[in-house]
T-cell receptor, first 116, second 111 residues
Framework: GAVVSQHPSRVICKSGTSVKIECRSL??????MFWYRQFPKKSLMLMAT?????????EQGVEKDKFLINHASLTLSTLTVTSAHPEDSSFYIC????????????FGPGTRLLVL | GDSVTQMEGPVTLSEEAFLTINCTYT??????LFWYVQYPGEGLQLLLK?????DKGSNKGFEATYRKETTSFHLEKGSVQVSDSAVYFC??????????FGKGTKLTVNP
């Protein structure tokens, strides 16, 4: 079946540093990927849509300069949390729809970010 | 914009009990409807889906029927197992492929 991976699975960083999270579609090409943030005991909040070859589309209230998204290839999207602060600590999840799979999206396992 | 209201948990049941998790949505047009499941320590997985009115999605003994008249997509299972313990998310999907997630319902099944 389709697989989406994320790296790293967990990261701890100091406040003020930047952290890059990778999302890869392992056996299919994805022109679009989605980035979500999941708070404890809360639902997933869509942050942005990553588009291969063009700029990402951000949801209302999400800071573009804070959460940089680059869709470098048809199998890779990266989310960079710039100048991270403790309030950025969260669980970040990506997903990718697979063409021909009836709109089904495949989710990565998530990345736990802890900013100290 | 699209939104979804999902029964909040937690829900605790004994093995072989009947499960219903309610989900209602608001959306423009006719979205596809999904239930995703997140097992402890794992990523979200598609459980079942329905793409048009009156369709019934089913998988692993779970069922949900796309009810346009009541804008609902309730999840049911006749006899739950301990292995069904997880968090369940209802999610409509519009034309832009964006999923709108409910808050999730944590299910715990005790032996």
């Amino acid at each position: 079946g389709a697989v989406v991976s994320q790296h790293p699975s967990r990261v701890i960083c100091k406040s003020g540093t930047s952290v890059k999270i990778e999302c890869r579609s392992l056996d299919f090409q994805a022109t679009t990927m989605f980035w979500y943030r999941q708070f404890p005991k809360k639902s997933l909040m869509l942050m942005a849509t990553s588009n291969e070859g063009s700029k990402a589309t951000y949801e209302q209230g999400v800071e573009k300069d804070k959460f940089l998204i680059n869709h470098a290839s048809l199998t890779l999207s990266t989310l960079t949390v710039t100048s991270a602060h403790p309030e950025d600590s969260s669980f970040y999840i990506c997903s990718a729809p697979r063409t021909g799979q009836g709109e089904t999206q495949y989710f990565g396992p998530g990345t736990r970010l802890l900013v100290l | 914009g699209d939104s979804v209201t999902q029964m909040e948990g937690p829900v605790t049941l004994s093995e072989e009990a009947f499960l219903t998790i309610n989900c209602t949505y608001t959306a423009t047009g006719y979205p596809s409807l999904f239930w995703y499941v997140q097992y402890p320590g794992e990523g979200l997985q598609l459980l079942l889906k329905a793409t048009k009115a009156d369709d019934k999605g089913s998988n692993k003994g779970f069922e949900a029927t796309y009810r346009k008249e009541t804008t609902s997509f309730h999840l049911e299972k006749g006899s739950v197992q301990v292995s069904d313990s997880a968090v369940y998310f209802c999610a409509p999907q519009g034309g832009s492929e964006k999923l709108v997630f409910g808050k999730g319902t944590k299910l715990t099944v005790n032996p």
